[in-house]
């Protein structure tokens, strides 16, 4: 079974379209994150949400909103998407955001291309 | 921002231990050293965690140094599929929120030689 899933595993689109990523963790865990990896390689935080409320909230333009419906989902909605957008994006989960303890579980990515 | 040290790049045979170095000599008594790896194409994947004492686990053992500002990340024996960037953490704070994040750095490269 697969713990944190990502959909779509690709998404190719054009400039100004608002897109979404949606992501499920089957694992239970309180945490749930989004990462982006651009095309140098490096990761970097974006949201991070727990039980439903946000934590974690890096400077990322206001055209991405993340939604949580409930524990197990954290969805990513971008709105007029940018060529510099494109890169992969990464969920994640943890039992809780305290990492003593605890470890987090990434999902496959989503290759976001915008043309 | 990452508060880690790691070589860009390192190469090992395989079959053969391969010892992963990673410096954080600014690392306060309460950070947890976190390794992380990402094969190609795939999303990180946790390889161990340790505070002070030396961990080991079925990926791997975490040498943690005396002082803590140093830690070795040891695979016993090599694989193809080792192969990856392996990430060096420590957990960050987030001020006020009460909760901590884990902040990539730019790993490690590991290649493994038939």
């Known amino acids: 079974d697969t713990a944190v899933s990502q959909t779509p595993k690709y998404l190719v689109t054009q400039m100004g379209n608002d897109k979404s990523i949606k992501c499920e963790q089957n694992?239970?865990?309180?945490?749930m994150y989004w990462y982006k990896q651009d095309s140098k390689k490096f990761l970097k935080i974006m949201f991070s949400?727990?039980?439903?409320?946000?934590?974690i909230n890096e400077t990322v333009p206001n055209r991405f909103s993340p939604k949580s419906p409930d524990k197990a989902h954290l969805n990513l909605h971008i709105n007029s998407l940018e060529l510099g957008d494109s890169a992969v994006y990464f969920c994640?989960?943890?039992?809780?955001?305290?990492?003593?303890?605890?470890?987090?579980?990434f999902g496959q990515g989503t290759r976001l291309t915008v043309v | 921002d990452a508060k880690t040290t790691q070589p860009n790049s390192m190469e090992s045979n395989e079959e053969e231990p391969v010892h992963l170095p990673c410096n954080h000599s600014?690392?306060?008594?309460?950070?947890?050293i976190h390794w992380y790896r990402q094969l190609p194409s795939q999303g990180p994947e946790y390889v161990i965690h340790?505070?002070?004492s030396n961990v080991n686990n079925r990926m791997a053992s975490l040498a943690i140094a005396e002082d803590r500002k140093s830690s070795t990340l040891i695979l016993h024996r090599a694989t193809l599929r080792d192969a990856a960037v392996y990430y060096c953490?420590?957990?960050?704070?987030?001020?006020?929120?009460?909760?901590?994040?884990?902040?990539f750095g730019k790993g490690t490269k590991l290649s493994v030689i038939p």
């Open positions: 994640a989960s943890s039992q809780d955001s305290t990492f003593s303890t605890t470890e987090a579980f």
């Open positions: 340790g505070l002070t």
């Open positions: 694992l239970g865990h309180d945490t």
């Open positions: 949400y727990n039980n439903k409320e946000l934590i």
């Open positions: 600014t690392i306060s008594g309460t950070d947890y």
């Open positions: 953490i420590l957990r960050d704070v987030r001020s006020g929120a009460g909760s901590y994040q884990l902040t």
